[in-house]
């Protein structure tokens, strides 16, 4: 059974700790960063107190501080350190928590037992094994849900809550300054240069599309690749590789398209993002997408790997305005109403006071 929560009451307060090991970029890791510096805002101060255990990370650690976040920071090393789960085990005992909230992998493994729920935060596929015995698991896509239960997990501890993004408007950039024209349809694409993302799909597809050009914000091992196809299928005057980048919201404010063409892709986070910041989504029908999107409603979809097909879906967005506006308006509603910061944030807390009573 998948519960997803739509209420929250604040006649209870519960003491929340997270523990996060991972990489200095990543959806998760950014997805976390947006999370708790949004459980730390005055409006939630009678609803959590929280603290939070990261991976060393100066960056991350800024982020946190600038929110006014609790938070320490432990090694969260390999196999052979066990430092951190006696510094975990001390830190926790110490704020007497009614939930620790574990992050992916690493971090499940060095959170210790104790007279607390643990519960484990799922953005991928994983394996079960590194969740035995907690008491609970949080999905943000509903085919994870599947794949937690599919490898043993009980479904009734399994449990659906969706990540939000900042709707903030950025300020558009300079297109000149990335040689790209003022009036010339702006395909953005968001994530790291792997396979999966299906950039060299892209790629064919915009040799299809010849009014536009495309920005790409990742950084990743497909890098050299993906410049080598550019310049193979004579588009690399119409691409540009932007590495990776900090500024999301000012790239959404420059483009005219999100384009998702992932080969996989769990959640599908970029979708929710082009909604919240007034573009047409075009994305391939891979797991998350197409959860997401209503066809022709609040998005475009193609068939994965159809370079062809995400072509002409391209192309009807860029030659038909009112098509394009029917999507934006459309996409931005159901942010509003199901993706939002502050729905998000009432899902989690509902979900977290309803296990731990």
């Known amino acids: ?179 790209t024209p003022d009036d010339a349809p702006l395909l953005l694409a968001l994530g790291r240069l792997h396979r999966n993302k299906a950039y060299d799909v892209l790629l064919r597809a915009l040799a299809k599309t010849p009014a536009a050009y495309l920005w790409i914000a990742g950084a990743g091992p497909e890098e050299a690749a993906l410049k080598a196809l550019a310049e193979e299928l004579e588009i690399a005057a119409r691409v540009r590789f932007l590495g990776w980048r900090d500024d999301t919201a000012d790239l959404l404010a420059s483009a005219d398209i999100l384009v998702c063409p992932s080969r996989v892709e769990g959640l599908g986070n970029v979708v929710i993002e082009g909604w919240a910041h007034g573009l047409p989504v075009v994305a391939a029908k891979s797991e998350g997408p197409v959860h997401l999107i209503r066809e022709g409603e609040t998005g475009l979809l193609a068939v994965i790997e159809d370079a062809d097909g995400f072509a002409a879906q391209l192309n009807r967005v860029i030659s038909d305005n009112a098509l394009a506006k029917s999507l934006t308006d459309a996409g931005r509603a159901e942010f509003e109403a199901r993706f939002s910061e502050r729905t998000v944030v009432r899902h989690y807390l509902d979900l977290l006071g309803s296990l731990a009573k």
Request: net charge positive; charged share 25%; aromatic share 12%.
């Open 1 to 179: 059974m998948r519960r997803v929560v739509t209420s929250f009451s604040e006649t209870s307060m519960i003491r929340l700790y997270q523990t996060m090991a991972g990489a200095r970029h990543g959806g998760a890791e950014a997805f976390f960063e947006r999370l708790v510096s949004a459980m730390a805002k005055p409006e939630w101060s009678g609803a959590v107190a929280q603290r939070v255990a990261i991976r060393r990370d100066d960056r991350r650690a800024g982020i946190l501080r600038a929110a006014g976040v609790d938070f320490t920071e432990f090694g969260f090393g390999g196999a052979l350190d066990f430092l951190t789960p006696w510094q975990l085990r001390r830190d926790i005992r110490s704020f007497r928590p009614d939930v620790v909230l574990a992050w992916m992998n690493r971090a499940a493994a060095k959170t210790p037992p104790g007279d607390y729920l643990r519960v484990g935060r799922i953005g991928g596929y994983y394996d079960v094994k590194y969740y035995r015995g907690f008491d609970h698991l949080i999905c943000n896509a509903p085919g994870l849900v599947d794949h937690m239960t599919g490898q043993g997990w009980p479904a009734e501890r399994t449990h659906y809550v969706p990540n939000f993004v900042h709707a903030e408007p950025g300020t558009p950039l300079s297109r000149s300054a990335f040689d």
